[in-house]
C-alpha cells in the first residue's frame, strides 16, 4: 500500500509539472513573444513568423496554435514509425496540453512598453514552463522531437546541438520578418529561458561542499558531528610536498552552516587548510530525500 501511494503521488507530482509547465510556455508565447513578435526559436517562434506572413492571407494571419498542430502531426508520425509508440507517448500529454493553452489563452495586445522588460519576463516564464516540463521527462513536441528523430540518423551530433542549429535558423527567419533589433531581444530571451531552466532541472537547492585538511581531523570531524549534526567522511591523502599521510574530512552543508564549519575547523587548528566550493543540489539524508 505505501509503495503504491508513493507511486500514484510520484505520478501526480510529474502529470501536475508537465500541464503547469506547457500552460506556462503556452502563455509566454501568448502574452509576450506573440505580441512583440519575439521569435525565440521552436515551433511557436516558427508559427509567430508564419502568422505574419499569412496576416494578408488570413484575417489575423495563421494561429500559432493550428500552426502547431499542422507541424506536430507528420512529427508524431514519424517518431510513432521510426522509435516507437513508448516514445511518444512521454511527448503527447505535453504537447497536446500546450497546444489547448495555445489555443484557450488570449492573445494580448502589446502590454510591455519595455521591450528588454518583456525579453526578460517572457524568457523566465518560459524557462519556468521548461524546466517543469523536461524535469518531467516530457516534452512539447515540436523542434525537440525533430532534433530526436535527426539524431536517429546523425549520431555524431547531439539533440542539443542540432536543437541550436534549427532555433538558429527559426531565429534568422525572425530577423528577416521583424527585424534585426527584435531578433537581439529574442536572443536575450533565450538566454534567460536557458538560464532559469537549466537551474529548475540542475536543483535549486543550493549548498556548500567542504574539503579541510588538518591533522587535528578527528577532533574537527567529532565538532561537525555533534554540533552540526551533519555527516563527515574521512578520504586517505598524501601530500605531495611532504609525502606525507594524512586525512582528509569531507562534507557537505547547507549555505548557513559552512560559517560554522569554517570556524570550527580554524578554532581547533589554525593552520587547517579548508576548501569550500558550490553545491548544486544534494539527494540524500538531511538534504533533498530520493524516491524511487
Not at 521548461?130 to 540518423?153: E, N, P, Q, R, W
Not at 543550493?206 to 555527516?231: C, H, N, P
Not at 611532504?242 to 552552516?257: A, D, G, H, T, W
Not at 579548508?274 to 539524508?285: A, H, K, N, T
Request: aromatic share 8%.
Amino acid at each position: 500500500m505505501t509503495r503504491k501511494r508513493s507511486k500514484g503521488i510520484y505520478l501526480l507530482k510529474k502529470y501536475t509539472s508537465i500541464i503547469i509547465g506547457a500552460i506556462l510556455m503556452a502563455a509566454a508565447v501568448n502574452l509576450v513573444f506573440e505580441p512583440i513578435g519575439l521569435v525565440t526559436g521552436g515551433v511557436s517562434g516558427l508559427g509567430i513568423v508564419v502568422k505574419k506572413l499569412t496576416d494578408s492571407l488570413i484575417k489575423g494571419g495563421l494561429p500559432i496554435w493550428l500552426f502547431t498542430v499542422i507541424c506536430n502531426i507528420p512529427l508524431f508520425l514519424a517518431a510513432l514509425k521510426i522509435k516507437g509508440f513508448r516514445f511518444i507517448l512521454s511527448a503527447a500529454l505535453g504537447t497536446i496540453i500546450y497546444i489547448l493553452a495555445l489555443y484557450i489563452i488570449p492573445v494580448s495586445d502589446y502590454i510591455f512598453d519595455d521591450i528588454l522588460l518583456a525579453s526578460v519576463i517572457g524568457g523566465a516564464i518560459s524557462g519556468a514552463g521548461m524546466g517543469m516540463v523536461f524535469s518531467a521527462a516530457a516534452s512539447t513536441g515540436g523542434t525537440d522531437l525533430l532534433a530526436s528523430l535527426i539524431h536517429k540518423y546523425k549520431r555524431h551530433l547531439s539533440v542539443p546541438q542540432i536543437l541550436i542549429v534549427i532555433d538558429a535558423v527559426i531565429i534568422v527567419a525572425g530577423a528577416l520578418t521583424f527585424g534585426i533589433g527584435k531578433a537581439l531581444y529574442a536572443i536575450i530571451a533565450v538566454f534567460i529561458n536557458a538560464k532559469v531552466s537549466d537551474g529548475l532541472l540542475e536543483g535549486l537547492k543550493f549548498a556548500k561542499m567542504a574539503y579541510i585538511i588538518s591533522d587535528e581531523y578527528e577532533k574537527i570531524a567529532a565538532a561537525i558531528l555533534t554540533t552540526l549534526d551533519r555527516g563527515v567522511t574521512g578520504l586517505n591523502a598524501t601530500g605531495m610536498y611532504s609525502n606525507k599521510e594524512r586525512k582528509m574530512l569531507f562534507c557537505v552543508v547547507s549555505k548557513k552552516e559552512i560559517v560554522q564549519i569554517t570556524e570550527i575547523s580554524k578554532k581547533i587548528d589554525p593552520n587547517s587548510f579548508v576548501i569550500v566550493s558550490d553545491v548544486r543540489e544534494v539527494m540524500g539524508e538531511g538534504f533533498i530525500e530520493y524516491k524511487q
